[in-house]
Antibody, heavy 120, light 109 residues
């Protein structure tokens, strides 16, 4: 079935780095733009980044620009988020989400998320 | 990139209708017909309920409807049911990014 499964979360000290992954299955991964969306504990959704279907275009939220890098490997149906200079404000459940097919800016499939906790 | 504005909470009794508003600016909600609504139950991933202001994905009940006027979008749920109790988030495309609302907790009394 169509699904997204995130991994790579954990507890990390402020200033350190972490790399998240999202494994896609059940659809043609290379046809769709992919996003990362995070949710701090007890808070709402915050869009983080998007990468185009072929990896040629990437955009970031101001809060992570210059620290996070989104990438994808279409040969392995995998999405990544490299996070550097992590701060306590980055503590959140990180979801990957797929765009389309209904609309280019609606997320029809979400993963359950991987938790990132930034703490000393 | 300020979040879209939603009421923190709304409530209604079974069978009633409720409306959740989502207010942005002419740069996001008012400027594009790319407003979506998501339902999130505790501990679950968000679920797409409405896309492009007023369209329902396959499998979503027709009790859910969306609309937009100027810089404000709205989600209406008619014939409230107990399982509708959840958080609801609006989102809008804006110049190469996506903005979410702060979320609204719907309580079915």
């Amino acid at each position: 079935q169509v699904q997204l499964v995130e991994s790579g979360g954990g507890v990390v000290q402020p200033g350190r780095s972490l790399r998240l992954s999202c494994a896609a299955s059940g659809f043609t991964f290379s046809n769709y733009d992919m996003h990362w969306v995070r949710q701090a504990p007890g808070k709402g959704l915050e869009w983080v980044a998007v990468i185009s279907y072929d990896g040629s275009n990437k955009y970031y939220a101001d809060s992570v620009k210059g620290r996070f890098t989104i990438s994808r490997d279409n040969s392995k149906n995998t999405l990544h988020l490299q996070m550097h200079s992590l701060g306590v404000e980055d503590t959140a459940l990180y979801h990957c989400a797929k765009e389309g097919p209904y609309s280019p800016h609606a997320f029809d499939i979400w993963g359950q998320g991987t938790m990132v906790t930034v703490s000393s | 990139q300020s979040a879209l504005t939603q009421p923190a909470s709304v409530s209604g009794s079974p069978g009633q209708s409720i409306t959740i508003s989502c207010t942005g600016t002419s740069s996001d909600v008012g400027g594009y017909n790319y407003v979506s609504w998501y339902q999130q139950h505790p501990g679950k991933a968000p679920k797409l309920m409405i896309y492009e202001v007023s369209n329902r994905p396959s499998g979503v009940s027709n009790r859910f409807s969306g609309s937009k006027s100027g810089n404000t979008a709205s989600l209406t749920i008619s014939g409230l049911q107990a399982e509708d109790e959840a958080h609801y988030y609006c989102s809008s495309y804006t110049s190469s990014s996506t903005l979410f609302g702060g979320g609204t907790k719907l309580t079915v009394l």
